[in-house]
């Protein structure tokens, strides 16, 4: 970042992304998500109330905005208020979303297939990315729980 006409805000946040070992990438989204924010409000981030995060978040999700640049904007949020402002009361109420994950295309249950058929796909080499995890799996269904006292 160039010291040509930063602001004392925008340096602190750096400073403190600098300390925390951000990388270049994070730290470069974390300013152009507060950039952006500010130039929501059209005044400086550090007068912002709940209310105007809690708008920003709905215009991001009313434009379409996937679940990934949601996390991300919050995450800076509240790096932002948290770190750099000290005003955790703002930020407090705001949630990251969860996107369900999708198994992959080769066992989803959706084709039919059952137990036998599962088995099978993990001892091909393609679909098991671990296959010293899955034949350890086989064994330990093979030999039955173990009974210690």
């Not at 999708?102 to 993990?122: A, C, H, N």
């Not at 990315?129 to 030999?143: A, H, N, Y």
């Amino acid at each position: 970042m160039t010291d040509e006409a930063m602001s004392p805000l925008r340096r602190r946040m750096i400073e403190d992304m600098t300390i925390r070992k951000f990388a270049p990438k994070t730290q470069q989204g974390y300013i152009r998500t507060i950039k952006d924010f500010a130039a929501f409000l059209g005044r400086s981030p550090d007068t912002a109330s709940f209310e105007d995060v809690r708008r920003f978040q709905l215009l991001l999700a009313a434009s379409g905005a996937h679940i990934p640049i949601l996390n991300r904007t919050v995450a800076a949020l509240r790096f932002f208020f948290r770190v750099t402002l000290r005003r955790s009361d703002i930020i407090e109420p705001t949630t990251f979303l969860h996107e369900p994950r999708k198994l992959p295309g080769s066992v989803r249950p959706s084709r039919g297939m059952g137990p036998d058929t599962f088995i099978g796909t993990l001892r091909s080499p393609p679909s098991a990315p671990f296959p010293g995890t899955c034949s350890g799996c086989l064994f330990r269904s093979r030999t039955g729980p173990s009974r210690t006292k």
